[in-house]
């Protein structure tokens, strides 16, 4: 018996006149593992001085307790492309489900950690559950959703993402004041367990695509992105030279790189079903909308470390005070998302774009000019505002952009490749920025191990440090603010892809245009 998918039994539905099944239902279900996802990224952030307190007392070295974040990452983003192509081999619904119960048990596990090792090994295995959790929330929406709705879902997306950048640092801020660190991952068991049964209730089991596995390809795969991600986060800690012996950390990212450019070409060359289908980048729209995402991925992650050094050393902000000051952006962004999401149905992409790209550049170089210590606290809540409305015209755009020509046998490769290229932006945000702001302090202030005491301490420095420290920060700022500059010229490459699109879709799912029947 031929399965088929919910968008053409929605337009055979309507054919009969029977009420349409809404896709509406199952992208909320599955909103609340995203919004999940996006809160345990950025809120263990605000715990790690209390987690290296607790498990990691008697060193001096601030690096053991970065690789709580680091061992996510790496758990993220190797897998992603072999998660996106397993969900549309097994079915977005299960690997999202799989996922979901690995990442809540993770949570668990991590909260209940005793040592920091314990406590790094848990978050890698949270960081492999996230990564199969995140492509299938696009592919879901790339094929359950018809062009000319799509944008309202991505903008949903879109919101998930701006609302969970304030709830991440405020609810980790109260969480770890209130109960201690291990409640930032207790939180999660109760939000996974509503999550998995609405899932399973309401998410579609959509048709699975017959796949051959590249068991080359994904070996090359992950060595290489395994190889770049740990070189790009442990840059910093071994001053960028040697890591084991000879080998060297640029040694170590040029093999990464050697090693994604067999793979590249192992694809390209592949008689059997690859893992990367090249053929995707032939779209001009997913090209580009890959690299706008990689730009916006680098800025979100490079701003915040400077901006939150600044708040709370140089201003002596609480972690929930500087929190505050991103309640503009994180409001602004949830609400005006979902406006921008119904818009772009009807609109080419690059009129919210470039405006979002140019107001989320004009805000970060605003905030450097704001960021001394002589500037009212409030007045950082206005670009703040401004990050939220440029933030409306980034997240679901891009997503709706890539995604829109894509058929529904390729909709997890494609959420694969493009998650896959955000957290590769995030990497080198994460890794340029804090080389940049290490340039900018020595610059600024010389000799600045010699307050290296003071600055780990999470209380606000002496005046006479405090200046300098505020301008190494400023000048940091304009890193971010000059990258994402830099997208508003890659997204003017994009075209308008309505019309197209709207027919590959009909052809991809069977669905009659206008004129047929008749």
């Known amino acids: 018996m031929t399965e088929t998918s919910p968008a053409a039994q929605t337009a055979a539905s309507t054919r009969r006149g029977q009420k349409p099944h809404s896709p509406w239902p199952a992208l909320w279900a599955l909103v609340i593992g995203f919004f999940m996802i996006l809160v345990d990224t950025t809120i263990v952030s605000v715990a790690n001085p209390a987690i290296k307190a607790a498990l990691d007392p008697d060193t001096n070295n601030l690096d053991n307790v970065v690789w709580v974040t680091s061992a996510y990452l790496l758990g993220y983003a190797v897998p992603l492309l072999i998660t996106g192509r397993l969900g549309d081999r097994f079915g977005p619904k299960n690997l999202y489900l799989i996922g979901l119960a690995l990442f809540t048990l993770s949570s668990l596990g991590c909260g209940l950690s005793t040592s920091l090792t314990m406590l790094i090994a848990f978050r890698a295995v949270q960081g492999v559950g996230a990564s199969m959790m995140t492509p299938q929330t696009m592919a879901v929406i790339t094929r359950t959703f018809p062009p000319n709705q ?61 796949h051959r596995f590249d068991v080359v390809g994904v070996f090359l795969s992950a060595a290489a992105l395994f190889f770049i991600v740990f070189g790009l986060q442990e840059g910093e800690k071994y001053d960028w030279g040697a890591i084991w012996g000879p080998i060297t950390v640029w040694q170590l990212i040029a093999f990464g790189v050697v090693l994604l450019g067999v793979f590249i070409w192992q694809q390209a060359k592949t008689r059997s079903e690859a893992l990367v289908p090249l053929e995707l980048f032939r779209d001009r729209n997913f090209s580009v909308s890959n690299l706008g995402i990689a730009i916006v991925g680098f800025t979100v992650t490079a701003m915040t470390l400077p901006m939150m050094f600044f708040i709370q050393l140089a201003r002596g902000l609480t972690p929930t005070q500087a929190a505050l000051l991103m309640i503009p952006m994180a409001v602004l962004a949830g609400v005006l998302s979902p406006v921008a999401g119904r818009l772009l149905d009807r609109i080419d992409s690059r009129l919210l774009l ?78 340029a920025i804090a080389a940049f702001m290490q340039s900018r302090l020595e610059t600024n202030l010389p000799g600045a191990s010699e307050h290296a005491g003071a600055m780990g301490t999470g209380t606000s420095l002496p005046d006479a440090i405090a200046g ?51």
């Open 468 to 518: 300098p420290f505020a301008d190494a920060m400023a000048q940091s700022m304009l890193l971010p603010a000059i990258v994402m500059a830099v997208g508003v010229v890659v997204v003017l490459f994009m075209k308008d892809p309505r019309a197209t699109s709207a027919a590959q879709w009909q052809h991809a799912h069977d669905v009659p245009g206008p004129a047929a029947g008749r």
């Open 354 to 431: 470039v405006p979002g790209l140019v107001l989320f550049s004009a805000a970060l170089f605003w905030y450097a000019a704001l960021a001394n210590t002589d500037t009212p606290i409030w007045m950082f809540l206005l670009p703040s505002a401004v990050m939220g409305i440029g933030s409306a015209g980034l997240w679901g755009p891009l997503a709706t952009t890539a995604t829109r020509s894509l058929e529904p046998r390729q909709a997890g490769a494609g959420s694969g490749i493009y998650n896959t290229t955000r957290t590769m932006g995030s990497v080198l945000g994460s890794a």
């Open 150 to 210: 799509r944008g309202a879902a991505m903008g949903l997306w879109g919101a998930t993402s701006g609302v969970a950048m304030l709830v991440g640092p405020l609810a980790g801020g109260l969480l770890v004041d209130a109960f201690g660190w291990e409640w930032i991952f207790f939180v999660n068991l109760p939000v996974g367990v509503i999550g998995f049964v609405l899932a399973w209730m309401l998410v579609p089991a959509l048709p699975t695509h017959e």
